[in-house]
């Protein structure tokens, strides 16, 4: 959730840092819409997100990759973004906040990076939507022995170094966050599968909160390259609890939810909430998670 903060920022620590004096939360509370995901630099999603370089990492974001054509993207305006380790607790982008700044556009798309002092990162063109794509680097090896990392997209009046949870001003309630490796081997992610009439559907949302309570959207896809089955991936999840939740939408009616633990779940006013443990792994693991959501229509 995104909390509306007033705030005086200083413009000279925009080129070095953030600064921020006491800020005071404002009603109403607005759902962040829209997803963001890693891809190359021309847009194209990697398979697993597993890339054999940290430089090969660009974040991309708008309504989401296979999301319904009336799907929404991000709202307008500008975010700021940031890598961490899994946890959170470790920050590895290695410049000042002020040079990690980009700016969404009316059509929910990245428009452009808001460089202070020069420093803006190196961008892309995503040939499949035309908006921008953001290189992550520069930042730290993760201390996560699977190789995992963990990207964070906030609204930049959101920033609150003062709040509760914040992961290095970034607050998990205001924040879109994906998951993505390098130079790993480990396979470990939550699929969401969406049953109609005896058949696999694709195009339907599935909402994924990670163990800090950021979350974000994907969508179910069939993208055999990217060993996609008609799935909702969540991939390279880190160890801890997760949580996903689907909802009543175009396509799907639901009707029960099977869980990874083997429970049936039955929806409470067209929503399910589906809590998804992720046991800890090493090198060379290969797990699924599944949660299978049976539609009545």
């Known amino acids: 959730m995104i909390r509306k903060i007033l705030s005086v920022i200083s413009v000279c620590a925009l080129a070095v840092g953030l ?16 997803a963001i995901f890693t891809s190359d630099a021309s847009g194209v999603p990697v398979n697993l997100n597993h890339y054999a370089d940290k430089r090969d990492v660009y974040l991309n974001g708008g309504p989401g990759i296979n999301a319904p054509a009336d799907a929404a993207g991000l709202p307008p305006g500008v975010y700021a973004f940031q890598v961490t380790s899994p946890s959170g607790k470790t920050l590895l982008s290695n410049d000042p906040v002020g040079c990690r700044r980009v700016t969404i556009g009316d059509n929910g798309l990245f428009q452009d990076v808001l460089p202070s002092g020069g420093c803006g990162h190196v961008t892309g063109i995503d040939g499949e939507h035309g908006g921008i794509t953001v290189q992550l680097y520069p930042y730290d090896d ?156």
């Open 19 to 34: 600064s921020l004096t006491a800020a005071v939360a404002a009603p109403p509370l607005v759902q962040l819409s829209g």
């Open 142 to 297: 993760t201390p996560n022995p699977g190789g995992v990392y963990k990207v964070w997209l906030t609204p930049y009046d959101a920033l609150d170094c003062n709040a509760a949870g914040n992961k290095h001003c970034f607050v998990p309630g205001d924040s879109k966050t994906d998951n993505y490796k390098v130079k790993a081997t480990a396979i470990v992610e939550i699929d969401t599968r969406f049953h109609r009439n005896g058949d696999l559907v694709d195009g339907l949302a599935a909402t994924w909160t990670d163990t800090l309570g950021a979350s974000n959207v994907k969508y179910s896809e069939y993208a055999p390259s990217r060993l996609a089955f008609h799935e909702a991936h969540v991939e390279a999840v880190e160890e801890g609890t997760h949580k996903i939740t689907v909802v009543d939408q175009a396509g799907c009616t639901i009707g029960r939810v099977l869980t990874p633990n083997g429970n049936w779940v039955k929806p409470n006013k067209g929503r399910v909430s589906v809590s998804v443990s992720v046991a800890s792994y090493s090198s060379g693991a290969d797990v699924t998670y599944f949660v299978d959501v049976y539609c009545i229509n």
